[in-house]
């Protein structure tokens, strides 16, 4: 690559950057509906066409606020898997870990958080390029998950689905087959648990239970142990007996 093509990809990287920045701040005041290339490029000090070159459609500014949005929140997950595995913690105090994570995140980035797990951005549907950034969530939750199946933590549960695996086959696969029984639907459980820490994290970013409990923190922790029970693993809490 000659210097003329190196400076100019370097341009637009922080041009995109700047973009991205700006696109932050506009989502947080007016929601991703109200994004707007004219408004991009007035507040960037740009002009519009120099906007297009890079993000021909509002919805590619979305897609890029969305993609980062997913990979920042399972960036921090991974992070605290990595830091929780290091000290050789339980897979119950790896999921304790990653859910504080992700509810850290979602706190500091209320923005990013509504666009990917709140409410649609009216005419605007998520393209392929946001699938696997998005799986980077879940794919923390079956890491631990297989691992306690693997390691022996996870206690076989009372009830199973009833009929045939509730799956498709790319669930399946993600999780590296079906487990045998008594954990044939481990899977399904831990979507259960996946879905579970989403809606108690909309609660929580959206001001649900400040009028319901003392203690948000504490009653996040709570849940998730709650909610890990539904997979036979026991998330251990500051003044368990165990």
């Known amino acids: 690559m000659d ?3 190196a400076n100019s990809t370097s341009a637009d990287a922080i041009l995109s950057e700047l973009i991205k920045k700006t696109a932050r701040l506009h989502l947080a005041e ?20 120099e906007v297009q070159a890079l993000f021909p459609h509002r919805d590619d500014v979305l897609t890029a606020l969305v993609i ?9 997950m991974e992070r605290a898997d990595k830091d929780a595995a290091a000290l050789h913690a339980s897979a119950g105090a790896r999921l304790l ?14 923005a990013e958080f509504t ?21 980077r969530t879940p794919g923390v939750l079956a890491g631990i998950v297989g691992a306690a199946l693997a390691g022996g933590e996870l206690t076989p549960p009372r009830r199973t689905v009833p009929g045939p695996p509730l799956l498709l086959p790319a669930a399946v696969e993600a999780f590296g087959g079906l487990p045998p029984a008594p954990f044939s639907d481990v899977i399904e459980r831990g979507i259960v648990l996946w879905s579970s820490l989403i809606g108690l994290l ?3 970013v959206f001001s649900r239970t400040h009028d319901s409990v003392r203690d948000e923190a504490a009653f996040f922790d709570y849940a998730i142990a709650v909610a890990a029970e539904t997979i036979g693993l026991v998330v251990p809490l500051d003044g368990d007996a165990h």
């Not at 980062?68 to 921090?76: E, K, P």
């Not at 870990?97 to 209320?110: E, G, I, K, M, N």
């Open 97 to 110: 870990a990653v859910t504080r994570a992700l509810r850290q995140w979602s706190f500091d980035h209320p």
């Open 30 to 49: 007016l929601g991703g509906g109200g994004l707007s290339l004219d408004s991009l490029a007035r507040d960037c000090g740009r002009a519009v066409t």
């Open 3 to 5: 210097d003329y093509a």
């Open 68 to 76: 980062d949005a997913y990979d920042a929140s399972g960036g921090a």
């Open 202 to 204: 909309v609660f929580q």
């Open 115 to 135: 666009l990917i797990y709140g409410s649609p951005v009216p005419g605007y549907h998520a393209p392929q390029d946001t699938v696997l950034p998005a799986s």
